[in-house]
């Protein structure tokens, strides 16, 4: 979980994984985890949801959010389909992946080169590799329901 | 000869034609903008009302914004009348404007309780920039507002009152408050954490008259209960803006009827925004959603159309949130559909609810309740919308979240949804800032 705390550090100053926008979640019983963070999609539903044009492109081409711009209304972690739009309350301002500038903190920090910063087609990465490592562990989960 | 559009209303889905056209043609249409109000965004007036932002970070489309995108404007104008034989627009001071094709974006009216008194000076809504600023200068430190309606508008300009020291009550005539937003188990849970932030509530209160009283106003309720309030706030719906529409043959239900191109039932008339009933994406049925990211949906959509795009539109998502004192309250789709399979969860010690509802294994709507600071919350809000929006079958993961709904993010990645939602753009592109 050391991308969480690299991810928070840069982004808010603090380190408070709550407060990261990369978010590891165990599969299989905590037996491997996925990191998952913003996609930067296409449609940019953030993006086009901001009542107030707050959201920008970035040089690198993350979606960005301008915090003068930005009043807090939170459309944006709605609109958001990929659950990767956050809220920092102490700003009050919208919180998002912005690639650190081109050079993210979480592929620094991560001591199993499990995050890489490369070119490539987006694509859903941790979909296949998720699915893979679920099957066993939720028919353990309902095994052991049906048991109580 | 130049395309003429004319567009009438420049709220939000007005202002995002006007965009999507010009970032097709870069200029070379011709568009004229007919506006009531100078453009600005409604979504950020409770901002503006709780002073965290200045009057001017309101305006979208101001005059030097317009003059670049090269658009003719007439401020200060309504719409009078619409000949849809002669593709004439006039308006309410005689001008005529022809059009090759037009946008009906008229939006909404704000509607006071039919009750004595509701007109009186003092009673105030809180709907255009004009109706918020009257408020504004009237909210003092320690003064008693009264809201009367416990609707979402009602609930968006929560935070600015009680950010200005005010004394708040909401009387809302249901049984509950927020009852388009909320089952009685998630009204009951933020009733007694408002109560908790000293805002006091009555439900089940129907309001028979306000008078005025040196210099303050009385509120009757039909129980005989009386209320003094320094300021009153009506937030009881809101009404469609149609009656200019009347004898243009443009036909109208609840409101506009469109089609998957918002196209009306003249070809070359369309509709976006709070007037537009168009489909919605989980029930497929007509429907008029009145909400900020339904009128930008449809604002470019029908941009992309009136600028010689074939875009079709795939419907509308159902979505609200709210933040009441650092509490988020948010739905999705078809949440409060009583012949869904549904689930809940709640726990009162986290201040944490969750509804989830079914068709078979995909998730058709969702309903979140809890801290905005909870990790519950802030993981899958996002996540829920894509569940519902994505229409995912979620196979054995519907098991999973029977067993722990408050465990969303697994099902989310390991379902493939991601991959389901990568390739939706609602214009078929990718999307550029403005």
Redesign the interface.
């Known amino acids: 979980m050391r991308c969480e705390l690299a991810c928070s550090y840069v982004q808010t100053g603090a380190f408070q994984p709550?407060q990261s926008v990369i978010?590891v979640?165990?599969?299989e019983g905590h037996t491997s985890y996925?990191p998952?963070t913003c996609?930067q999609?296409?449609?940019?539903w953030c993006?086009?949801?901001c009542?107030?044009?707050a959201?920008?492109?970035s040089p690198v081409g993350a979606k960005i959010v301008q915090n003068d711009q930005c009043?807090?209304?939170?459309?944006c972690?709605?609109?958001?389909?990929?659950?990767?739009?956050?809220?920092n309350?102490e700003t009050?301002k919208a919180l998002k992946c912005n690639l650190c500038g081109g050079a993210p903190a979480c592929v620094v920090a991560c001591p199993t080169s499990a995050i890489e910063y490369v070119e490539a087609e987006?694509?859903?990465w941790?979909?296949?590799f998720?699915?893979d490592?679920?099957?066993r562990h939720?028919e353990r989960?309902?095994a052991m329901?049906e048991a109580r | 000869m130049a395309k003429r559009h004319v567009i009438v209303g420049g709220g939000?889905s007005g202002a995002n034609a006007i965009l999507t056209i010009r970032e097709h043609d870069r200029g070379e249409s011709e568009i004229t903008l007919v506006s009531a109000e100078r453009p600005y965004?409604r979504?950020?007036l409770?901002?503006y009302l709780g002073r965290?932002?200045a009057e001017s970070?309101v305006f979208?489309l101001t005059p030097p914004r317009l003059a670049q995108l090269r658009v003719k404007t007439h401020l200060g104008r309504r719409a009078a009348k619409l000949d849809t034989g002669g593709n004439r627009l006039t308006l309410d001071d005689g001008t005529a404007l022809d059009y090759d094709d037009l946008l009906i974006a008229t939006g909404s009216s704000p509607v006071r309780a039919p009750v004595p008194g509701a007109d009186l000076p003092g009673v105030h809504s809180f709907w255009t920039l004009e109706q918020a600023r009257g408020v504004v200068s009237q909210i003092r430190e320690g003064a008693h507002v009264v809201m009367v309606g416990a609707g979402f508008i009602a609930f968006t300009i929560l935070n600015a009152v009680l950010g200005l020291q005010a004394r708040l009550t909401v009387v809302e005539i249901a049984p509950q408050i927020l009852p388009r937003m909320l089952d009685r188990l998630g009204a009951d849970l933020v009733e007694r954490w408002l109560a908790r932030h000293g805002v006091t509530i009555r439900t089940g209160a129907t309001l028979a008259g306000i008078e005025e009283e040196a210099g303050k106003k009385r509120l009757r309720f039909r129980d005989g209960e009386e209320v003094v309030a320094d300021v009153v706030i009506m937030a009881t719906g809101i009404r469609t803006n149609l009656e200019w529409l009347q004898d243009s043959g443009v036909r109208v239900n609840r409101g506009v009827l469109v089609d998957d191109h918002l196209r009306s039932s003249v070809p070359n008339v369309f509709a976006a925004g709070d007037v537009a009933e168009s489909r919605d994406l989980v029930t497929g049925l007509p429907a008029l959603h009145a909400i900020?990211?339904t009128a930008?949906?449809h604002g470019?959509v029908a941009g992309a159309n009136m600028a010689g795009e074939n875009i079709t539109y795939r419907g509308s998502l159902l979505?609200?949130?709210v933040?009441v004192c650092?509490l988020?309250i948010?739905t999705?789709g078809a949440w409060d559909d009583p012949t869904a399979n549904a689930f809940a969860a709640l726990q009162p010690e986290r201040w944490a609810y969750r509804k989830l509802l079914w068709r078979e294994n995909r998730l058709t709507g969702a309903l979140i309740l809890g801290k905005?600071?909870d990790?519950w919350t802030?993981?899958?809000?996002?996540?829920?919308?894509?569940l519902v929006?994505?229409g995912a079958d979620l196979g054995?993961?519907k098991?999973?979240l029977r067993?722990n709904p408050f465990d969303v993010?697994?099902a989310?990645?390991?379902?493939?949804?991601?991959?389901r939602?990568?390739p939706?753009?609602?214009l078929g592109?990718?999307?550029?800032?403005?």
């Open positions: 709550a978010r979640s165990p599969f996925a998952f996609t999609c296409a449609e940019g993006l086009t949801a009542p107030v044009e959201i920008a492109i009043v807090g209304c939170k459309l972690t709605i609109a958001c389909p990929y659950g990767t739009m956050f809220y309350p009050q987006t694509a859903d941790l979909g296949a998720a699915a490592r679920s099957p939720l989960q309902a329901a | 939000t965004s979504m950020v409770p901002y965290s932002i970070h979208t900020e990211p930008m949906e470019r979505m609200n949130i933040e650092h988020d948010a999705f905005a600071d990790i802030t993981n899958d809000v996002g996540m829920l919308k894509g929006q994505s054995k993961w098991e999973h067993r993010k697994p989310f990645i390991a379902s493939g949804t991601t991959a939602l990568l939706q753009t609602i592109r990718p999307s550029v800032p403005a």
